[in-house]
């Protein structure tokens, strides 16, 4: 795949919000083209069929994701702060395109190599969850049993939670979600 020009990648992501419930973004090249008014012979430029179309879209929701992340990481404070503002780049990533984090997971399936998917997701999103996570329990600021295993709760969390909140209400609020989620997480079930 080809690197877009700006103006096409927002012509297609705001198809996305067009395609099909359910899809995966697994539609044809020519129903792409039909709603985001690119022609079709641009895509095939850029793309060599719908397969790189399905790896434009999740490789895109990774990349924003990262980037927000990348910028929560760094930001001042102690580990608590900075978790929280991951936590809070992830949801946000979500609400911004709302259909990419709905369909993830069947574009996850449709995609050709789910392996790299994969990779890019534990190295771009997960990496730094895990870091931070191992900062506060070396620390002392954190309890956390097994840095794996938490940071894997704590994405499920917040992108199980940001598609309820899509599916009920037809959108995802950052603030509602994360307002939501983030003392449970933090402060867990048992009562202190």
Known sequence: MKRLPQDIQKKLL????????????????????RLSGVPRATLYYYFSGKEDVVQFYLNDLIDRTQVAIEKAAATEGDTEERLTQIMKAVVGAFAEYPRMCLEMASAFKASPDQAEFMTNIDQTVMD????????G??????VVGDVETGALAIMGSLHQV???RLLFTGRIDADEVTGLVIPQLMNGLLPR
């Not at 705001?14 to 083209?33: H, N, T, Y």
């Not at 730094?128 to 900062?135: A, C, D, G, I, W």
């Open 14 to 33: 705001d198809a996305s919000q067009k395609l099909p419930e359910g899809s995966g973004f697994d539609v044809s090249v020519d129903d792409v083209a």
């Open 137 to 142: 329990v070396e620390s002392g600021e954190l």
């Open 128 to 135: 730094p969850l895990r870091s931070t996570l191992e900062e």
């Open 162 to 164: 940001s598609i309820m």
